[in-house]
């Protein structure tokens, strides 16, 4: 049976796939800050898949040297695909196999996807939109 992880030792990765342009890079530092106040998680880290810092890996090691025991990879992703079926596991596991000895789990959840709050997202950028083409 699995140790029960108390709120403490459980971090929060969030992934998205990275990028060349520094602002798309910079959006995920501010999700993750954003996310990390209104969770109340006390770690979470923001990762790119690739093309920029920090890794999977690297966030992964920070959430480890400030306690955590489990880690939960997020992929900040609309939906599923070959990144978050293949890549992103993969390269959690890769970031997690240098700790396995030392009681760190991890998991990957699903991507945004379909959730019912995303409809309220687009009905909201929606009524924005309308709203800014009116004035």
Known sequence: MEPFTTAAETAII?????SRRAESNDLLLEVAEAYRRHSGWLIVEPAHMELAEPSIAAAFARCVERG???????????????????????????????FANHGVRHLVTEPLGLHPLILDVI????????QRDST
């Open 123 to 130: 009905d909201n950028r929606i009524a924005h939109g309308l």
């Open 14 to 18: 969030i992934v998205d796939h990275g």
């Open 68 to 98: 955590a025991k489990l880690v939960v990879v997020f992929p900040y992703f609309l939906g599923p695909g070959r990144h978050w079926n293949e890549d992103i596991p993969r390269l959690a596991a890769e970031a997690a196999l240098p």
